[in-house]
């Protein structure tokens, strides 16, 4: 069998056969008669963070491969998630172009592009389409992850949607069975709602054993509103934002959440530690052995299921999140957010540059090396992947991805989000320590009306982007490219 690199060489040779596959083609920038490793001696600088597992198996995988291919060297500034924003923010400020390419989350796009920092894409693509496919994502994550409003900024580097890791040596041991039959008297499954969740979680908290029921991210702003609105806020029926701007932080269903995300009694079935535990304690937690289930997203499925990183990984499985059953109807509801990086070109290099930096894009990040990325790891984020008849038979928790990837809520994409996101956040934050929900939440909601004034957004009468005018724009934007999407038939 060929070696990956070989492999991957060969489909970067192919490319350079087909017309418009190439920044090389509309753009020569070397002598094409050299045929594979067109830009020998070029670099592109990418300011990055690997905070999540699947970037680091992406890093693995493609970016040698595109190194031997192209003749490129990729140099990588890489930083803590939290110190990644502040410095994008200060080299676009001063329209810098101390990188070329960088990871932007859904989240930052708003404030980065009223920096002048983002390239639009749509010249590059109708160049040099080469692999980038824009149309084969689903419009909710391409719209969320690669576009700010109506521009193409970004190619997705994954698509985050919510995930449950359970332990099947836990839930499929016979003793385990009766004795939870005993206890509760019902059978024991993997949790459906969020009442399930909680009654499993209490039977596997065994703390003489270093054993617990779950594990959620409660250290920073980010994460905590995170898995606050991945896995509880969205399927209770919590939003962002009216259409009007109003922030719906402080309604019944929000607090609801509250009280019951960082709620004492739901904070004891977690390891110690837990207000301060961020995306690596959690991980490192469920790969230990130390809880039977875990509250994630698709991007940790290449790390759970990797034998060399977990001690579980071969009795992890997945489910879809829990959701919240309604009183009034018995229904269970289910939301999800989506969300996830791009990586983006900084508007500030040169044409040249931002030529290479779109060849990185659209082959490293293109279709047919993100199947590669699925066949070895089990994950992925583009539609021609997560369908896949071979990979999905290999990997069948792809097709809950995909479900996922269809209905997610994006976070806001405004200049001033993540300043919203951090009042929030440290509202959560403040509940978990002992606060009072309903006030504390109050509280935020109140921070970001003020957030909200304090841009003018009520008096210029602007009005929030719905999940379904952001599929709208995708529509549009593939439209303008000339590009089919079955969603937008």
């Known amino acids: 069998m060929k070696s990956l690199k070989t492999v991957l060489l060969l489909l970067f040779v192919l490319s350079l056969c087909l017309p418009l596959v190439s920044a090389q083609d509309a753009f020569p920038l070397t002598d ?90 749509d010249s590059l ?66 949790p459906q709602t969020w009442e399930e969740l909680t009654e499993v979680g209490e039977f596997f908290t065994r703390p003489e054993d270093e054993l617990w029921g779950f594990n959620y991210r409660y250290g920073t702003p980010n994460n905590i509103l995170f898995d606050y609105m991945i896995h509880f806020g969205f399927s209770r029926g919590v939003d962002f934002f009216d259409a009007d701007f109003n922030p719906l932080f402080a309604t019944e269903a929000a607090i609801d959440t509250a009280n019951f995300f960082v709620g004492q009694d739901f904070l004891g079935l977690q390891p110690p ?69 791009a990586y983006m070109i900084n508007a500030h290099i040169s044409d040249e540059q931002k030529q290479l930096a779109w060849d990185y894009l659209q082959l490293a990040h293109g279709k047919e090396f993100a199947r590669l990325l699925a066949d070895q790891r089990g994950a992925g984020h583009r539609t021609s992947a997560l369908t896949d008849p071979d990979l999905v038979a290999k990997w069948p928790h792809l097709t809950a991805n995909y479900e996922a990837a269809k209905v997610g809520i994006g976070r806001p994409a405004e200049p001033w989000w993540p300043e919203a996101e951090n009042a929030i956040g440290r509202a959560l934050q403040e509940i978990a320590a002992g606060g009072d929900a309903a006030s504390l939440m109050a509280e935020a909601n109140a921070d970001i009306v003020e957030i909200v004034a304090d841009a003018g957004y009520y008096d210029d009468g602007i009005s929030y982007v719905s999940v379904q005018q952001r599929e709208e724009f995708v529509c549009a934007k593939m439209a303008e490219l000339g590009l089919d999407h079955d969603e937008c038939m």
């Open 125 to 190: 693509y109708l160049a040099a389409p080469g692999d980038s496919h824009p149309n084969d994502f689903t419009t909710r994550a391409f719209g969320t992850v690669a576009m700010n409003k109506e521009k193409w900024v970004g190619i997705p580097t994954l698509v985050a949607v919510g995930m449950f890791a359970y332990r099947t040596d836990l839930f499929g041991d016979p003793d385990e069975q009766a004795a939870f039959q005993e206890a509760y008297g019902r059978e024991l499954t993997v």
């Open 32 to 121: 094409p008669a050299t045929g594979a490793r067109p830009y020998e001696g070029r670099e592109l600088r990418i300011i990055n963070t690997e905070v999540v597992p699947i970037l680091a198996y992406e890093h693995e995988i493609l970016d040698p491969a595109y190194e031997e291919a192209s003749g490129v060297t990729l140099i990588y500034e890489n930083m803590a998630h939290s110190d990644l924003l502040p410095r994008i923010q200060t080299t676009c400020a001063a329209g810098g172009d101390d990188f070329d390419i960088m990871f932007v989350e859904d989240g930052w796009a708003g404030a980065l592009a009223a920096l002048g920092c983002l390239q639009e894409l």
């Open 273 to 341: 530690g837990r207000e301060s535990y961020q995306f690596g304690e959690v991980l490192q937690n469920f790969t230990q052995g130390k809880v039977a289930m875990y509250g994630t997203e698709s991007w940790a499925i290449p790390l759970l299921l990797d034998p060399e990183a977990s001690v579980v990984a071969e009795h992890t499985a997945f489910a879809p999140i829990p959701g919240w059953r309604n009183p009034e109807t018995g229904e269970i509801q289910s939301a999800l957010l989506s969300a996830g990086p």
